[in-house]
């Protein structure tokens, strides 16, 4: 009978006959998925097959649930940048950090002191000079690491340029070409402000800051041009620039102290502005350093 085919389609026909096949269809389908009458809601919630469909679904999403969850945790462990990120802060040691004593080499730092500064930005050239020549060789003695990280700004497109040019000269000689380099730079500013390099290209930008380089002894213009295409470079440059913007650093130059941002710190500070900021921060650091070395008692 139809009512005989409808509960047991298979045992009344043949698995070719089509009708039925259909209907086996049909039937699946309004298993799948509750019907949009309430009535009909309330039969299917009923019918022995729902408890099995909804059980099912329930483990089977669960299951999903979970995995995305740890796929998502595991990327996410993948993605997240530790405290210090192992590829900049080798980057940053050797492109951008002052030549150490053999006194602070032979410690850890007890302040650390990082400026990110944008070759094109006046204020950067003006707090950099006279850093280097007020500040940073006494206090580096001290303990205290500086390191200068090249946060180039997007409304500088020429800044993208020197930064990389920096890199390349820090690659070829370290601290001493990286230092040369931006001394040269800074000199020639006026060169690559807005207005001066508007019409030109990178390639050229390149080339004048290639012969700055090797009239400044940081790097001859050849080695130069082959570093600055080199993808270990620009590798390094983009690494500076993501360390910048994880950090949400947006304004040059700006300062960090320990890891916390410095807003009182100016450009036109001089020695004295800074040694009242850095004495306090590393008499604060040896007398936690005393009190982990004697065990806290």
């Known amino acids: 009978s139809r009512a005989a085919r409808r509960r047991a389609p298979t045992a009344a026909c043949s698995p070719r006959c089509r ?3 259909r209907r086996a269809t049909a039937r699946a389908a309004r298993r799948a998925a509750p019907p949009p009458c309430r009535a009909a809601r309330r039969r299917w919630r009923s019918a022995p097959w729902a408890s099995r469909a909804a059980s099912t679904s329930t483990a089977t999403t669960t299951a999903a649930a979970t995995t995305t969850t740890s796929s998502s945790s595991s990327s996410g462990a993948a993605r997240a940048p530790p405290s210090a990120p192992a590829s900049a802060a080798t980057c940053l040691t050797r492109a951008t950090t002052t030549t150490p004593t053999p ?23 003006k707090l950099l000079k006279r850093l280097r020549r007020d500040v940073s060789d006494a206090y580096a003695a001290k303990g205290v690491r500086f390191r200068f ?30 230092f040369a380099f931006v001394t040269a730079v800074f000199e020639h500013q006026d060169e690559f402000n807005d207005a001066a390099v508007r019409g030109k290209s990178a390639t050229q930008l390149h080339a004048r800051l290639g012969e700055l380089a090797a009239a400044a002894g940081a790097v001859s213009a050849e080695r130069y041009a082959a570093l600055v295409d ?36 100016s450009s036109s500070w001089g020695g004295d502005e800074w040694r009242a900021l850095l004495d306090p921060q590393l008499a604060a650091a040896a007398a936690a350093a005393a009190v982990a070395g004697g065990g806290g008692g």
């Open 19 to 21: 009708p039925c096949a």
């Open 103 to 125: 006194t602070a080499a032979a410690t850890a730092p007890l302040v650390d002191v990082e400026i990110f500064v944008d070759l094109v930005c006046p204020f950067s050239k």
């Open 149 to 178: 990280v090249l946060l180039p700004q997007p409304w500088h497109w020429q800044a993208c340029v020197l930064a990389v040019g920096a890199v390349a000269a820090a690659a070829h000689g370290g601290a001493r070409s990286f």
């Open 230 to 265: 080199d993808d270990a470079v620009v590798r390094q440059y983009k690494n500076q620039v993501k360390y910048g913007r994880q950090l949400g650093i947006h304004v040059s130059p700006t300062t960090l102290i320990n890891g916390l941002v410095a807003d009182d710190v």
